[in-house]
């Protein structure tokens, strides 16, 4: 965010001062038709809204868990072969089917009536509707798919369509398959059901999540604007995001699959951003009132300042979110584009609405100060437009600032330091609570079976043919089987349709879950191996995180440089500097690695249970949550970074001295700044209730994210290295100077001429 009217000020150099008319900027033309008839906009706004709610209705049974693998990777076309040439895919659904008594012919899944009503419910499930294939134990036998002291067994269904579409199938087959069958005893997991299970959870946790962050929200806003109806107004536009946001999210699920977990974190963010960007301009024009102009004025003076800064400020998170687009995961570029759209339609419900509804409210904006009673018998003054706390903290900063920003930077590498020893995994069915019948389940499967599916690799040789090939075929499987971290090997032929090489499957069972290392360098080494004439493609868990992991390694500078690029781009317009951006990115850098060691000290080492509820610590943390939380945390930051080095700037430009502009800077931004911070902590870290293990961990990240900004970076560590600096902060050769002076006088024209 950046200041009401600083954008103006920026535009200012030492030569201009003085020289000419400030600049003028058209009002458009639904600010102008708000203060003719302020009431339309606002009766336009609650249809639009009614609207978009019924339009949001049903986004969330198009919502659907998947996308965290790369496209376009060996194990991602080892799957396709798999599914289309082999119908061994990866299961969508898993039935753990339990039996009456113990191991042998009178009782457990050997005996003759488990083995009737196990051939009865696997028939029942492969003639259901969106059903594409079927693996059941009682109908192949595979060792595989019975428990290791023979009470249990799997069923094991591919069902037809993307994820959503197998979600749906899963929705509607599971409540009828699980519970008692005769002898029998039925759970269900598998991706499928964990994503019908996740939708429901984070749907209820969105709702307990608003509930929590609502109150707290007005709580915080009636405290820092001491008036009830000045708190109402950014709650209201934070409410309209919510609403519009949904409805986003519903139009974008017909051109992507969008995450289930996406409508929890974007409606989070949007409240947030909305909150912020509604309280910025509440704040801005009860300054214009002070300032003794007339309610009229003081609109369309808010409204064309602090308007242009509310869509800076989007474009800042909309930017930073695009560095995800680059990245080969669905999950992110959905995420992304969800971001983005949410980011823009939260400032634009901000400078469309705000404006009509405060001139409709006028004076009447600081009525009901609810804690009025509380100042009884003493004098009450209108609040300071700068805050005597900051002024004093921003002195005491700039009077010794090799210490406190030392001091400052070692606090902040400390608290990173957890993350030097991440280790990187992909979601699974512990994201859900323990009580939750997919991770229940699951949990029964990895304890009770030898051979976990998500231990299991298969090696398809596409080319092969097991008559002609069977000698090369028995030499590789001996191979394989020497290895080490190999616990078992099996072979799995189809015959190909169409005349086509029937090739082979090869199911290795592996020793480790696939997160390991030796998981991963298991998969490394069957690559490597020599095998029969043909390609030879190795799928399974680990192979597809592993393979994740090199195709986001192999577009993650690209994606930093996108965000680097931008935010230096939107800092140098603002400033002329080519110093300051490069500061920003570095601090910037430095900041986020706070929230990136919270999560592994947290979550991956497992240390904030007692804080933030029950999760399961797997050892490992999503790779896709730094991603996430980079490109939307750094994002909040440039808006704290704008604010502050706007008003910097505007005081460096008037008087020439540079810690004075540092202390009026801190000073005139830092009430504001942690306000607003706040305000998106409270309601990003309401996912912290959650019960899904992702949404706890993005919560935390985030909001700690945005309060140790706004804090220590913005309080102590920038104005800091801001005195040290001295003039060298406003450097810039002569033709990029010129280049900038260009860049403003396009951006903002000048009027009188």
């Known amino acids: 965010m950046t200041p009401p009217g600083d954008?103006?000020?920026?535009?200012?150099?030492?030569?201009?001062?003085?020289?000419?008319?400030?600049?003028?900027?058209?009002?458009?033309?639904?600010?102008?038709?708000?203060?003719?008839?302020?009431?339309?906009?606002?009766?336009?706004?609650?249809?639009?809204?009614?609207?978009?709610?019924?339009?949001?209705?049903?986004?969330?049974?198009?919502?659907?868990?998947?996308?965290?693998?790369?496209?376009?990777?060996?194990?991602?076309?080892?799957?396709?072969?798999?599914?289309?040439?082999?119908?061994?895919?990866?299961p969508d659904l898993v039935l753990l089917v339990r039996a009456e008594?113990?191991?042998?012919?009178?009782?457990?899944?050997?005996?003759?009536?488990?083995?009737?009503?196990?051939?009865r419910l696997t028939r029942r499930l492969a003639e259901s509707a969106g059903v594409a294939s079927v693996r059941s134990y009682w109908t192949g036998e595979e060792a595989g798919l019975r428990a290791e002291d023979g009470t249990a067994a799997l069923i094991t269904a591919d069902l037809a369509g993307a994820d959503r579409d197998a979600a749906r199938t899963a929705e509607r087959l599971v409540p009828?398959?699980?519970?008692?069958?005769?002898?029998?005893?039925?759970?269900?997991?598998?991706?499928?059901?964990?994503?019908?299970?996740?939708?429901?959870?984070?749907?209820?946790?969105?709702?307990?999540?608003?509930?929590?962050?609502?109150?707290?929200?007005?709580?915080?806003?009636?405290?820092?604007?001491?008036?009830?109806?000045?708190?109402?107004?950014?709650?209201?536009?934070?409410?309209?995001?919510?609403?519009?946001?949904?409805?986003?999210?519903?139009?974008?699920?017909?051109?992507?699959?969008?995450?289930?977990?996406?409508?929890?974190?974007?409606?989070?963010?949007?409240?947030?951003?909305?909150?912020?960007?509604?309280?910025?301009?509440?704040?801005?024009?009860?300054?214009?009132?002070?300032?003794?102009?007339?309610?009229?004025?003081?609109?369309?003076?808010?409204?064309?300042?602090?308007?242009?800064?509310?869509?800076?400020?989007?474009?800042?998170?909309?930017?930073?979110?695009?560095?995800?687009?680059?990245?080969?995961?669905?999950?992110?570029?959905?995420?992304?584009?969800?971001?983005?759209?949410?980011?823009?339609?939260?400032?634009?419900?901000?400078?469309?609405?705000?404006?009509?509804?405060?001139?409709l409210l006028g004076t009447r904006i600081d009525r009901w100060d609810p804690l009025r009673a509380l100042r009884r018998g003493r004098t009450v003054r209108p609040p300071r437009p700068d805050s005597p706390f900051w002024r004093r903290v921003a002195r005491t900063v700039t009077g010794r600032p090799l210490w406190f920003g030392g001091v400052c930077a070692a606090v902040l590498l400390l608290m990173a330091s957890p993350f030097a020893h991440v280790r990187f995994g992909l979601s699974d069915d512990r994201v859900l609570p323990t009580g939750s019948e997919a991770h229940r389940t699951a949990d029964a499967i990895r304890a009770g079976f030898a051979a976990p599916a998500d231990r299991t690799l298969a090696i398809v040789l596409p080319d092969v043919d097991p008559v002609r090939d069977a000698a090369a075929l028995w030499a590789y499987e001996r191979d394989v089987s020497d290895q080490r971290s190999v616990r078992s090997v099996g072979w799995a032929r189809s015959e190909a349709a169409g005349g086509a090489s029937p090739g082979a499957v090869l199911l290795v069972s592996g020793a480790r879950e696939p997160q390991t290392k030796a998981a991963q360098d298991l998969v490394r080494t069957l690559r490597a191996l020599p095998g029969p004439p043909g390609e030879h493609l190795v799928t399974g868990r680990a192979a597809l995180l592993a393979d994740t992991k090199d195709a986001v390694r192999a577009r993650l500078p690209l994606a930093a440089g996108i965000a680097a690029a931008t935010t230096w781009a939107m800092l140098f317009v603002l400033t002329g500097s080519v110093v300051l951006p490069l500061k920003a990115l570095l601090i910037g850098a430095l900041s986020l690695g706070t929230s990136f060691g919270a999560m592994v000290f947290g979550f991956q080492d497992g240390h904030l249970r007692p804080v933030v509820g029950d999760f399961t610590a797997t050892g490992t943390v999503d790779m896709t949550m730094p991603l996430l939380l980079f490109a939307i945390a750094f994002g909040l930051a440039i808006d704290y970074e704008i604010f502050l080095l706007s008003r910097v700037r505007e005081h460096y430009l008037l008087t020439g001295d540079n810690r004075g502009a540092v202390v009026e800077g801190v000073a005139r931004t830092g009430r504001l700044v942690t306000t607003g911070a706040l305000a998106v902590a409270v309601v990003t870290g309401a996912l912290v209730t959650s019960g899904v293990t992702q949404l706890k961990l993005l919560g935390t990240g985030l909001a700690t994210a945005v309060l140790v900004d706004a804090v220590l970076v913005r309080g102590v560590l920038v104005p800091a290295y801001l005195t040290v600096a001295g003039r060298l902060n406003w450097w810039a050769p002569r033709w990029v100077a010129r280049l900038h002076g260009w860049l403003r006088a396009w951006l903002a024209p000048e009027r009188g001429r």
């Open 7 to 90: 954008l103006d000020a920026a535009a200012l150099t030492p030569g201009s001062l003085g020289a000419g008319a400030p600049p003028r900027h058209r009002a458009p033309a639904a600010g102008r038709l708000g203060r003719a008839r302020p009431w339309l906009v606002p009766a336009a706004a609650a249809l639009l809204t009614l609207l978009l709610a019924a339009v949001g209705a049903g986004t969330s049974g198009r919502l659907a868990n998947g996308g965290y693998f790369a496209s376009g990777t060996e194990s991602a076309r080892a799957d396709r072969l798999l599914a289309d040439r082999f119908g061994a895919g990866a």
């Open 101 to 119: 008594g113990g191991e042998g012919a009178e009782g457990g899944v050997d005996s003759e009536r488990a083995r009737e009503e196990g051939l």
């Open 176 to 359: 009828g398959l699980t519970g008692g069958h005769g002898t029998l005893t039925v759970s269900a997991t598998g991706p499928a059901w964990v994503s019908v299970e996740a939708k429901r959870y984070s749907g209820a946790d969105l709702v307990r999540a608003e509930l929590v962050a609502a109150p707290l929200t007005l709580l915080l806003l009636v405290l820092a604007l001491r008036s009830l109806v000045a708190a109402l107004v950014p709650l209201l536009i934070g409410a309209v995001s919510v609403v519009g946001t949904i409805a986003l999210l519903r139009l974008l699920t017909y051109a992507m699959p969008v995450s289930v977990f996406a409508m929890n974190l974007t409606s989070a963010l949007g409240f947030g951003l909305a909150v912020d960007y509604g309280l910025f301009l509440v704040t801005r024009y009860r300054e214009e009132l002070r300032a003794g102009h007339p309610v009229e004025d003081a609109v369309r003076r808010t409204a064309r300042r602090a308007g242009r800064t509310v869509l800076v400020s989007a474009c800042a998170v909309a930017l930073s979110m695009s560095a995800l687009l680059v990245l080969p995961l669905p999950f992110l570029r959905s995420m992304a584009c969800a971001g983005m759209a949410v980011a823009l339609f939260s400032a634009a419900a901000a400078t469309l609405l705000v404006p009509p509804v405060l001139a």
